[in-house]
């Protein structure tokens, strides 16, 4: 599912995994443009040049930094999956489950994805693929469980059910309301109900 290309990844040393680590929180807790290599090489406890002979460049950083959490994600969301009733219906709810999950260990600050595109827009940075892949991903994901439930439409239900998702993952960041998630997997399942329902009677 998603068709954007991947990008190049790099061999990971002991020194290269400890970088990793120290850009990851960093990134995700002050932001990409926020943070500076000498601050990752010392949280690493590793020189800038042993830095750069790994990475070669702060932006290959936030290539791995993104690649690593997506890589993560979809490894949970696919245990989670693996784990779900094989019905179509359950499926979808067992997605927003699985963010709900992540986000209350992984994303206090909301979707790693969804911040790092307000600093990254431009389609010639070589993390914007990995950021819109994932987006791609989890619409192709929501489209196909979809063509289960209404066949006919399978590709506007894929959409609304990634928009209620997407949208649960920013309040979630924000903390404008308790439990976003939830309360999108709740309209979720609604949803499917009355969806199911008109499907079956045609």
């Known amino acids: 599912m998603g068709t954007t290309e991947r990008p190049r990844r790099i061999t990971m040393t002991p020194a290269a995994r400890r970088v990793l680590e120290a850009a990851a929180r960093l990134f995700y807790e002050r932001g990409i443009h926020a943070v500076g290599v000498d601050l990752i090489a010392a949280e690493a406890g590793v020189?800038?040049?042993?830095?750069?002979?790994?990475?070669?460049?702060?932006?290959?950083?936030v290539v791995e930094y993104l690649a690593d959490r997506d890589d993560r994600w979809r490894a949970f969301l696919a245990q989670c999956l693996d784990a779900a009733q094989p019905v179509s219906a359950?499926?979808?709810?067992?997605?927003?489950?699985?963010?709900?999950?992540?986000?209350?260990?992984?994303?206090?600050?909301?979707?790693?994805?969804?911040?790092?595109?307000?600093?990254?827009?431009?389609?010639?940075?070589?993390a914007y693929p990995i950021i819109t892949g994932?987006?791609?991903?989890?619409?192709?994901?929501?489209?196909?469980?979809?063509?289960?439930?209404?066949?006919?439409?399978?590709?506007?239900?894929?959409?609304?059910?990634?928009?209620?998702?997407?949208?649960?993952?920013?309040?979630?960041?924000?903390?404008?309301?308790?439990?976003?998630?939830?309360?999108?997997?709740?309209q979720v399942q609604t949803l499917l109900a009355t969806t199911g329902g008109a499907a079956a009677k045609r």
């Open 47 to 61: 020189t800038k040049k042993t830095l750069y002979d790994r990475f070669g460049s702060k932006e290959q950083i």
């Open 90 to 126: 359950a499926r979808v709810l067992a997605v927003f489950d699985a963010s709900r999950a992540w986000s209350a260990k992984n994303s206090s600050k909301g979707c790693s994805m969804v911040n790092a595109h307000a600093e990254i827009s431009d389609p010639s940075h070589p």
């Open 134 to 186: 994932q987006k791609e991903w989890m619409l192709a994901l929501f489209t196909d469980l979809a063509g289960d439930i209404a066949p006919g439409r399978a590709a506007q239900l894929g959409r609304t059910l990634m928009l209620l998702h997407e949208g649960a993952l920013v309040a979630h960041g924000l903390h404008v309301f308790p439990d976003p998630i939830s309360h999108a997997r709740e």
